[in-house]
């Protein structure tokens, strides 16, 4: 219980699968396409753990992480994408709430 700073370390693969299409022939051909995603995320958070009522442990913590996704047949890190995505790169703030039962 208590103020807390901690590091924050992610390792996540994803495998991403659709479907496309094209026009052969004035026929619409539909293909599924998958791709393979790395995404690594590591970062610092600081925090503030406390009891309520005795029976809960509420956990609020802040922070911030750098984020790095390649897909698996791409050289380096994927770039100009939105913060939104799965597939982005680049510094994401963190905030966050934990909820406990104590006994």
Known sequence: ???????????RKVKITGKTGEYINDNYIEKEVTQKLDV??????????FTLLKVLSLDLYSGGLMRLSQYENEKG???????RNIDYSGVLPTI????????
């Open 77 to 83: 890190f994927t770039k100009y994408k939105s913060w």
């Open 96 to 103: 966050g709430l934990q909820i406990g039962i104590l006994k």
């Open 1 to 11: 219980l208590g103020l807390y700073a901690a590091p924050l370390l992610m390792y």
């Open 40 to 49: 690594f995320s590591g970062g610092v958070i600081l925090g503030y753990k």
